[in-house]
């Protein structure tokens, strides 16, 4: 398991947007922009089921998260591992993302018909670099 650097978590812990990569059913890649945040030693971050990300993920969970700080290019966090889906809480996960990068207490683009799912990443292997 890679340990995420203190300067790693901080900059996971700002609202920067992600991008995350998931593998498709024919081996090929699909990346999609994300938010993010850190629970634990986990990256976390919310999806509905059904999308792409969560069906990727229930056939093959390997994963990627990357960030790249938006004022320095050099800093930036990449991590890679499996992505383990968990309904539990997932609902409070988006309301506390959409706090974060909106600023708002409610996720504001719910729609009634979904249903929110979190994933989980335990990072395996990290690539970090503290800028210049």
């Keep these: 398991m890679g340990k995420l650097p203190a300067g790693a978590q901080e900059l996971l812990r700002k609202p920067v947007h992600a991008w995350v990569t998931t593998v498709r059913p024919d081996g090929s890649l699909h990346s999609t922009v994300v938010w993010v945040d850190l629970d634990g030693d986990e990256i976390i971050f919310n999806t509905a089921v059904g999308r792409a990300k969560e069906r990727h993920l229930r056939e093959d969970p390997r994963v990627s998260v990357s960030v790249l700080d938006p004022a320095d290019p050099f800093h930036l966090v990449s991590v890679s591992g499996e992505g383990r889906l968990d309904l539990e809480g997932a609902d409070d996960v988006i309301d506390g ?7 708002v207490d409610s996720y504001p683009y719910r729609s009634p018909d979904e ?9 395996d292997d990290v690539i970090f670099s503290a800028g210049r």
């Design 115 to 123: 249903q929110r799912i979190n994933v989980r990443v335990t990072p």
């Design 97 to 103: 993302l959409a706090k974060k990068y909106l600023g």
